[in-house]
């Protein structure tokens, strides 16, 4: 039985690409802070390397950014693969469901219906053709334990073959990073996280992130959303246009990242990093490496430099 195809309202976000087949917004004087500064060189070639593992170990997964934690890797990756045969394989799930506790019935079926708008639910996560991929930064994986929880119970109750959706599943966990010891704590071994060990072990991986960047992207940054729990759910408000104090700090930074991603040099160097995840010899990671470059070498659409002067600091923070 499938859901209703109507997707749930959720909160409002510009399009700051052509990314999909459509236009980008006209943003004129929101976005156009003269006193807002670029992220730092740090941030960029950290987000640019995990991105690139993130798109290796995908396999050729969809890739669905839970959460609002890695806006700006999907805005660089919406810039990187603007016009590409990639369009429309990027999807976002801005909803906040660290705890269920307080949940409603009506907000479970809510939930339903924000998995349903991404194809994870159960009927079409069984007969889609490629997997599909949750990426969020996770500290103890508790968004990702409450999501998986609401997704086996549905699963169950509409008696889809839990052996084929295993194979279409996976979890990307951007981590801080820490020491490599066998000794280290991981996410995956809390107890509450043993469904994790219901899916096959590569289909659950993380990728590491610098320590100050993780806590900038997961806790400090400005995003253009707010957070959407689940009492925001059924408030007709949350869906307009953002009002709040960060939108255009916010606005800024996103613009950047997704020109950040239209320089062909930075396309370059992320087919260079997946080129050393020892999965790249595969099919899918090619073919992302392909439409990275046949991306990079364009001269249509909105391949113009970014007029924040990414691609000369970029270069200059590989040296």
């Not at 609401?150 to 194979?167: F, G, K, N, Q, S």
Request: aromatic share 8%; charged share 25%; with cysteine.
């Amino acid at each position: 039985m499938t859901i209703a195809a109507a997707p749930p309202p959720q909160p409002y976000r510009w399009s700051l690409s052509a990314f999909g087949g459509g236009r980008p917004d006209r943003l004129g004087a929101l976005a156009a802070r003269q006193d807002q500064s670029p992220p730092s060189d740090l941030v960029l070639r950290e987000l640019t390397a995990v991105t690139a593992k993130v798109l290796a170990r995908a396999d050729g997964a969809d890739l669905c950014f839970l959460g609002r934690s890695l806006d700006s890797m999907y805005d660089l990756l919406t810039g990187a693969l603007e016009h590409s045969p990639w369009d429309g394989r990027l999807l976002r799930l801005p909803v906040s469901c660290m705890a269920d506790t307080d949940w409603s019935p009506a907000a479970t079926r809510r939930f339903r219906e924000h998995l349903a708008s991404v194809g994870l639910e159960p009927y079409a996560l069984a007969r889609r053709k490629r997997p599909i991929a949750l990426v969020d930064v996770v500290a103890e994986g508790r968004s990702y334990g409450t999501l998986h929880r609401h997704l086996a119970d549905w699963i169950e109750e509409t008696r889809e073959p839990w052996a084929v959706i295993r194979r279409k599943l996976r979890y990307i966990a951007v981590t801080c990073r820490h020491s490599t010891s066998p000794n280290t704590w991981r996410w995956q071994q809390d107890p509450d996280n043993d469904w994790v060990r219901t899916l096959p072990a590569a289909h659950v991986t993380d990728v590491s992130l610098d320590g100050p960047v993780w806590s900038y992207l997961a806790d400090n940054q400005a995003k253009v959303n707010e957070s959407f729990p689940h009492w925001n759910w059924f408030d007709e408000e949350s869906v307009l246009t953002p009002r709040h104090r960060q939108v255009a700090p916010a606005l800024a930074e996103a613009r950047y990242f997704t020109e950040a991603g239209r320089d062909s040099h930075l396309r370059e160097e992320l087919i260079r990093l997946m080129a050393r995840e020892p999965g790249f010899a595969g099919r899918e990671q090619r073919r992302i490496a392909l439409a990275l470059r046949t991306r990079a070498t364009s001269r249509t659409g909105s391949g113009t430099r970014p007029r924040t002067g990414t691609r000369a600091r970029y270069k200059t923070g590989n040296r």
